[in-house]
């Protein structure tokens, strides 16, 4: 395989379950199960070695779940196998951290192994809202999971804040935005370099799905002055924006989630990581123990023809700022983009997307609709 792949390890334990979570995670599990979960991923990955002979990985990233949670000794092993295994010179190696927990010690761990990137969930600075989206930490956590990744040698520091948060009592649009800008501007003071806008989406089978009723959520059209105004604030605040809820001071935009928006190769690794590798898509079952046991990965579908392709790789690429250029689509496919969809894209409004000799892309507004706009590029 000539091209670098980004691998991915799911880590899916957590200290509590967010009742806005639909990710696969488990809580309540013992060191020992910690310590085989660990023993596998290590297997996972001298097994992948093996079957993509000579593939080199340039990006590292622990998701979960609370990857945190393994601590930094098994966090160190499981880079020290990735990188005898796959190489990781000059990786960008990421962690998702919880503010609140016990993180010095797991940081300085991570940095010493090579870890050289966190990503921190903070989700908001208001104290009520964090209440309702029931995270254990407070605002003054965030700061201090910051100093503990700064005192471990780690500068590329991401923050997850989270748009349209349920309110504790109902409040006029104007407060709701107002709450959403005020999340934003507060990550912008902490000179993070990068910083993760996402819009709460309520997951079916989770808590806030079963409550829906009770929470008190912004209506669509404030939901969508909300994500406006935030984006503006946030780039006002020197960070870039360059992907629907991606934004980044110059040089950190996150490599390893490009690998995805870009249809490049990466490796899925844990209960519930997909991965795309050679034309397939594949994924390991959400169970830990069939994990642990040595299940192999399930294929998703057949292999992707050169048409699926084509269109995949748009719909991805339009989740970028950048969205589809002529040139990127010539070098991959070797022709630049089909005619045909100049043609829908002419029949969709200039205030949402824009298609020219350089491409065709979304807008911040087309972000909004980005759904709906892809369909009918891509309908045939």
């Not at 669509?220 to 909300?226: G, K, P, R, S, V």
């Not at 050679?278 to 192999?296: E, K, P, V």
Request: hydrophobic share 35%; charged share 25%.
């Amino acid at each position: 395989m000539s091209k670098p792949i980004g691998i991915y390890i799911h880590v899916p334990f957590c200290q509590s379950k967010c009742p806005y979570c639909d990710f696969y995670s488990l809580t309540g599990q013992s060191a020992s199960i910690f310590d085989d979960y660990t023993e596998a991923v290590i297997r996972s990955l001298a097994l992948w070695s093996g079957r993509l002979s000579g593939a080199r990985a340039d990006t590292l990233y622990f998701g979960g779940g609370t990857p945190t949670l393994l601590g930094g000794e098994r966090l160190a092993e499981i880079i020290k196998a990735a990188g005898r295994h796959f190489g990781l010179e000059g990786a960008e190696i990421t962690i998702e951290a919880n503010p609140g927990d016990s993180l010095e010690p797991v940081f300085s761990a991570f940095a010493q192994a090579g870890g050289n990137r966190v990503s921190i969930g903070a989700q908001s600075f208001n104290q009520e809202q964090l209440r309702v989206l029931g995270r254990r930490h407070n605002p003054a956590d965030v700061r201090a999971a910051i100093e503990a990744a700064l005192s471990a040698g780690i500068r590329n520091i991401s923050v997850d804040i989270m748009l349209c948060v349920p309110t504790p009592e109902p409040e006029t649009p104007d407060r709701q935005i107002e709450l959403a800008v005020q999340s934003a501007s507060d990550a912008t003071k902490l000179r993070v370099k990068h910083i993760s806008a996402y819009m709460l989406k309520i997951e079916k089978n989770t808590p806030f799905s079963d409550r829906k009723g009770e929470l008190f959520l912004p209506s669509e059209d404030t939901a969508a002055e909300i994500y406006l105004a935030a984006c503006l604030e946030l780039e006002r605040q020197g960070y870039r924006q360059y992907e629907i809820s991606n934004f980044a001071a110059p040089g950190y935009i996150c490599r390893h989630n490009l690998k995805y928006w870009n249809l490049e190769p990466y490796l899925g690794i844990g209960p519930a990581a997909h991965s795309y590798l050679d034309g397939r898509r594949f994924y390991y079952t959400a169970n830990l123990d069939a994990f642990i046991s040595g299940c192999a990965p399930v294929p998703e579908g057949d292999r992707i023809t050169k048409k699926i392709t084509e269109q995949e790789y748009i719909m991805l690429k339009l989740r970028l700022a950048e969205g589809v250029t002529n040139q990127g689509f010539l070098e991959r496919f070797s022709h630049p983009i089909p005619k045909k969809y100049y043609r829908r894209a002419s029949l969709i409004p200039s205030e949402y997307l824009t298609a020219d000799s350089k491409g065709i892309r979304l807008n911040r507004r087309g972000f909004l609709l980005s759904n709906t706009i892809i369909a009918r590029l891509l309908d045939d």
